[in-house]
């Protein structure tokens, strides 16, 4: 099976700009993560999408938005950029079955925000 | 609210010696309980994850513990290699739809 993809890879914005990232999943997964990972915060949660509903949602503020579609692929989107809006995006899928949660990593899109 | 506290942030281990890094959670829910390998440059991956209901569980060289009185769990790794030097991330899952991450142990295994 083809691992998670993620696209772009890298990104240069401006401030003010907005940004769409996309995830596909594995197929089969219908779970989808977005997190933000910076070198001085770690991995932070974004939100969590499942069969194109949110079920959760991190603390970050109303900027950061995402969808999920029925084919499971995700998106999310940034408005109004800022420069600490510049990380590492990564989006992780999960099969969810029975009691696996193992999360399974894309390789991520670096934003990079000027 | 929810939080995960790992410590230490950075762990220098001669090869062959043992490695422990401690988590510690806020939530009394929390029923899942992973660890995440990331090596430089590359995305993260999950290496052993441990469930509410067992105390221990091992794989060759990795182990994990769980208190869940305590709220705390542990990741041991024994007869490090170099190769084992990268970021372990621990993480717990609250409410199955959400997983939070410690900040991360930076290993150093030295040759």
């Known amino acids: 099976k083809a691992g998670v993809t993620q696209t772009p890879r890298y990104l240069i914005k401006t401030r003010g700009q907005q940004v769409t990232l996309s995830c596909s999943p594995i197929?089969?997964?219908?779970?989808v993560s977005w997190y933000q990972q910076t070198p001085g915060q770690g991995l932070q949660f974004l939100f969590e999408?499942?069969?194109?509903?949110?079920?959760n949602k991190g603390n970050f503020p109303g900027r950061f938005s995402g969808r999920q579609f029925s084919n499971s692929r995700s998106e999310m989107n940034v408005s109004t950029l800022e420069l600490g809006d510049s990380a590492l995006y990564l989006c992780?899928?999960?099969?969810?079955?029975?009691?696996?949660?193992?999360?399974?990593f894309g390789p991520g899109t670096r934003l990079t925000v000027t | 609210g929810e939080n995960v506290e790992q410590h230490p942030s950075t762990l220098s281990v001669q090869e062959g010696d043992s490695a422990v890094i401690k988590c510690t959670y806020s939530?009394?829910?929390?029923?899942?309980f992973p660890w995440y390998k990331q090596e430089l440059g590359k995305r993260p991956q999950l290496i052993i994850d441990?469930?509410?209901?067992?105390g221990e569980k091992k794989d060759q060289r990795i182990a994990v513990t769980l208190n869940k009185t305590a709220k705390h769990f542990s990741l041991h790794i024994t007869e490090t290699q170099p190769e084992d030097s990268a970021v372990y991330f621990c993480?717990?899952?609250?409410?199955?739809?959400?997983?939070?991450f410690g900040a991360g142990t930076r290993l150093f295994v030295k040759a």
């Open positions: 992780a899928s999960s099969l969810e079955a029975g009691n696996s949660y193992e999360q399974y």
């Open positions: 197929s089969g997964h219908r779970s």
């Open positions: 999408y499942f069969s194109e509903t949110q079920r």
């Open positions: 939530d009394s829910a929390s029923n899942y």
């Open positions: 441990i469930r509410s209901n067992v």
């Open positions: 993480a717990t899952l609250y409410g199955g739809f959400k997983t939070i």
